[in-house]
């Protein structure tokens, strides 16, 4: 009976490890309700950071404004700030520099171009490799056709010393946003290797070579004097160097 008794005990009786356990339990419930009522946002906080990004982002919606309309080169800060009905010192808060204005727009433009050649590449469907090909290339010309103004900022921010005048986490998330849209490109190249419909070679820089080649005959008919030259429609140097380079790539 007292072996029983003191089984009994044992088995009610907390040991000091289940002690310490529950102790730091406690404290770690009572802390944790410390933080969540530390974090709690005030309204009026809230409200500072809410004023916050609505002037950002009106600063960027006014930069669109006037870099499409003058041009990045021509555009001023000036009119920039005076289009967001802000102190010309209120932009570079938010912005240290125009080029960085530029660089958020162009990011937008790239969101823009990855969204439509990835509804043309069109990965859930089975199609073969040049006509992937062939749907890439004819979305990056509805790009330029129907967004020119991102376009001509694309062709700014390639001219310009912009990785010196961007913070570089800005420059790297544009890199890798501009990459995004050559990937498209690099796998249509590698599945068109893979079931032998074209040579072997290195999908990734052939996916450049494609690019550079259509690129640069957009590039070309937007200056009027290469175009008068040229005398060709954009569409027909468009889909002449288009036809010329996946020839080039068949086995």
């Not at 990855?114 to 010309?141: G, H, I, P, T, V």
Request: aromatic share 10%; with cysteine; charged share 25%.
């Amino acid at each position: 009976m007292r072996s029983f008794l003191f089984l009994i005990f044992s088995l009610l009786t907390p040991t000091p490890d289940f002690l310490y356990f529950m102790t730091i339990s406690h404290y770690m419930t009572i802390s944790q309700k410390k933080t969540a009522k530390t974090e709690k946002v005030s309204p009026a906080k809230a409200r500072r950071e809410r004023e916050t990004l609505e002037r950002r982002d009106a600063i960027l919606v006014a930069a669109r404004g006037v870099f499409f309309k003058h041009g990045f080169h021509r555009a001023t800060v000036d009119e920039v700030a005076e289009q967001a009905e802000v102190a010309k010192g209120t932009v570079y808060l938010y912005f240290e520099s125009k080029e960085t204005l530029l660089a958020h727009l162009l990011l937008e433009g790239l969101d823009a171009l990855d969204e439509q050649l990835a509804e043309a590449f069109n990965e859930k469907a089975s199609l073969a490799a040049e006509k992937r090909l062939r749907r890439l290339c004819a979305a990056y010309l509805d790009f330029y056709n129907n967004e020119p103004d991102y376009f001509r900022l694309m062709m700014a921010f390639d001219r310009g010393q912009f990785q010196e005048a961007v913070p570089t986490e800005l420059y790297q998330s544009i890199l890798e946003k501009s990459l995004q849209g050559l990937q498209w490109v690099a796998k249509a190249v590698q599945q068109g290797i893979d079931d032998k419909d074209f040579a072997k070679c290195d999908a990734k820089k052939t996916a450049g070579m494609l690019w550079s080649a259509v690129n640069g005959a957009l590039v070309i008919v937007s200056h009027p004097l290469r175009r008068e030259m040229l005398d060709q429609k954009v569409e027909t140097l468009y889909n002449g160097v288009m036809e010329l380079t996946i020839n080039g790539l068949r086995a």
